[in-house]
């Protein structure tokens, strides 16, 4: 392979153009298309290539004929290729960001920047990062070392949620581990993923980064596919039980991102008020389209109703509508699917009689997708507004006594993906914590990530972990090196 630092700054591609595959550094098409659409609008933004099953092979060949070159470079080399695309995704930016807020309805000014930003940083993070051999004995008769080597194939599967982040998130630590990769995006938001693969492309050598799109079956040829070595998931619980069942035929190591039910625990003598904007971005952020998003939270009785009434009166100066609007706090839910799960969400609620102090009632007239922000007050516990992930602008708020119960509560559920805990008291928020059974938990702050922090869900929230050195060694296989001496 032909190493030549590229010069990512100078890249350009017409975000005019359609919208094409990457497959072996070609730009390809499709003889069928999907069409994508502008959940706030409902107006079609463009149409994507749907990728036919013998496509999917061909990203997959390429992906398998680049990997021994790929992975032969070292980590320097590979680092500036990586390096060279964050300086081209950063070309890009403006585009990425408004494409986003068309094909996804978060708002442009505010969460669809923060989320093409940090995709950026991430890439440009995870390029410094190294697995440097580990000498685990030396003696004088031998040396045991472990290496981290590649995987190969490494098909990777994202949601609709987060499409420019969650991707990013697995395409740099997957290249700089000497792995390639053949990436499907969701068919509701694939039109940001197919412009970065075709950045990819101007940058990255032939075949190391393949991109291609459709629906749902695209993803089970991958997952089903001999030459892939590895999945990398981001999705629904249900899903990712598909992925790990197909993933078995010729034993792919599978990291799965899933589902997540949080909840947040405000212990007694909890200075509530100034913390009342960070729990509603925390449950309303991304409109509640978020897998770590607050969804349970769980007031004690002595504060819950001035907390209820402050949380009330916050939430309801927000303001729903479309993400090209700066005076858009929270955008449209990104589909219909999802927006039908949350109609018949709603009319439970409804029909259960459930005290309802903000919002309620879905405006089916609109031509968005849009949801009005929703608070139910103290709803049973085996609620299904309680009991499920509703990945949408709702929230119950939950009165609690008795820690053994609300810890119990907390933990009553098949999910384990993150929690939160605030107080007064440090030590006995953290003791709560350190029994909430969640990947992460965070006390007195909440949704803080880190390239070196791994992030997995335990119980049905998932598999393994993306990021920190744990995240980077998922993308390998552990060498054990022994020689005499
Ligand atoms: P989804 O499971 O419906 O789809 C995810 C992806 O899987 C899509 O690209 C889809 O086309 C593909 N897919 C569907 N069926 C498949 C199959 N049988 N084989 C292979 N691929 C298949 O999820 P979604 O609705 O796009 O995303 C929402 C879910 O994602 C929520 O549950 C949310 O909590 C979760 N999520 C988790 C995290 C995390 O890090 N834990 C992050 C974001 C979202």
Redesign the pocket.
Known sequence: MNVQAPFGAQVKIDFGAPYTMSIAGRQVGANQTFEVFNPATGEVVANAPEATETQVNEAVAAAKQAQPGWAALSWEERSKYITAYADALDAHKEEIITLLTKEQGKPRHSMATVEVDYAIYWVREVAKRRLEDEVIEDTPEHIVKIRHTPLGVVGA??????PIL?GLWKIAPCLITGNTMVM?????TPLGTLRFGEIAQQVLPEGVLNVVSG??E???W??NHDDVSKIS????????K??MA?SSSNLKRITL????NDPSIVMPGTDYKPLIPTLFDAAFGNSG????AIKRLYVHDSLYDGFLQAFVDYASEKVVGNGMDPSTDLGPIQNK??YGKLLDLFADVKAKGYNVPLGGKIDESLAGNFVPITVVDNPPRDSRIVKE?P?GPILPIMRWTNLEDVIEDCNDTQFG?AASVWGPDRAEAIEVANRLEAGTVWVNEIHIHGIDIP?G?HKQ??MGV?NGTEGLQEFTNTKTLMFAK
């Open positions: 599967i994202t949601p609709w949620n987060f969650l499907k995006p969701s068919p509701y629906g749902n695209q993803g089970v991958i997952t998931f981001t999705g629904s619980t249900a899903t990712g598909k992925v197909a991102e899933l589902g997540g389209q978020w897998c770590i699917m999802q992930e990945f993906l992030f869900g929230s998932g993306e």
